[in-house]
């Protein structure tokens, strides 16, 4: 199994981005997919969350510039930003809980890395 994050790179503050991420590999089912971020000297946060019944779930921080969504047909996760700021820059990774009889267990991308100029 492997989740493949991108869409990031380097833009001006006020401007948005969509980041993607694709699971592929022998899997029956996708649970929950999340986006996490991680800035520069600090751990890891939880950016938003999309259950596979299509629930969506963010921090107070990601509410209103932040829109998750997933294509379940096509095992692939999107996080939309918009009004980027400078402390949105970090290296986003995609999360996926996969479930049912094959590769069942929870699964990391590599990350995008997001980078805001003032």
């Known amino acids: 199994v492997q989740l493949q994050a991108y869409g990031g790179g380097v833009v001006q503050a006020g401007e948005s981005l969509r980041l993607s991420c694709r699971v592929s590999g022998n899997i029956s089912d996708i649970d929950l997919m999340a986006w996490y971020r991680q800035a520069p000297g600090s751990q890891r946060s939880w950016v938003a969350s999309?259950?596979?019944?299509?629930?969506?779930y963010y921090p107070d921080f990601s509410l209103g510039r932040f829109m998750i969504s997933r294509d379940n047909g096509a095992n692939t996760m999107f996080l939309q930003i918009n009004s980027l700021k400078p402390e949105d820059t970090a290296v986003y990774y995609c999360?996926?809980?996969?479930?049912?009889?094959?590769?069942?267990?929870?699964?990391w991308g590599q990350g995008t890395e997001v980078t805001v100029s003032s």
């Open positions: 999309s259950s596979k019944d299509g629930g969506v």
């Open positions: 999360y996926a809980d996969i479930q049912g009889p094959i590769n069942r267990g929870n699964y």
